[in-house]
């Protein structure tokens, strides 16, 4: 099994940054994709950004220019960089990673392990 376990999340005002954390530990794989989704009140979850073992990455259209998502390996880690932080950005953030789909993907279905989630609020 694979645990994962986000941190980093907290309040900031509208403009603001913020960097989630995601630590990966217990059984490693050299091909998978890694991904940060976020499900704000009375909404679905949505992908937001992902990153797959060779580096290449994809963004939801509401945060690309905004958000980074990147991955230390020797870490084991992976991060998301929030600039330009917006109130519609306020959401329970939570990492993700599969080894079903080794492209990537912001289909939560697609994904086989899960963070237990970390809450980010922005303020107008």
């Known amino acids: 099994d694979v645990r994962l376990q986000e941190s980093g999340g907290g309040s900031v005002q509208a403009g603001g940054s913020l960097r989630l954390s995601c630590a990966a530990s217990?059984?490693?794989?050299?091909?998978?994709?890694m991904g940060w989704f976020r499900q704000a009140p009375g909404k679905e979850r949505e992908g937001v950004a992902a990153?797959?073992?060779?580096?290449?990455?994809s963004y939801a259209d509401s945060v690309k220019g905004r958000f980074t998502i990147s991955q230390d390996n020797a870490k084991n880690t992976l991060y998301l960089q929030m600039n330009s932080l917006k109130p519609e950005d306020t959401a329970m953030y939570y990492c993700?990673?599969?080894?079903?789909?080794?492209?990537?993907?912001?289909?939560?279905?697609?994904?086989?392990?899960w963070g237990q989630g970390n809450q980010v609020t922005v303020s107008s």
């Open positions: 993700a990673i599969t080894m079903l789909v080794v492209t990537t993907t912001l289909y939560e279905h697609e994904y086989n392990y």
């Open positions: 217990g059984r490693t794989y050299s091909d998978y994709c």
């Open positions: 990153i797959d073992s060779d580096g290449s990455t």
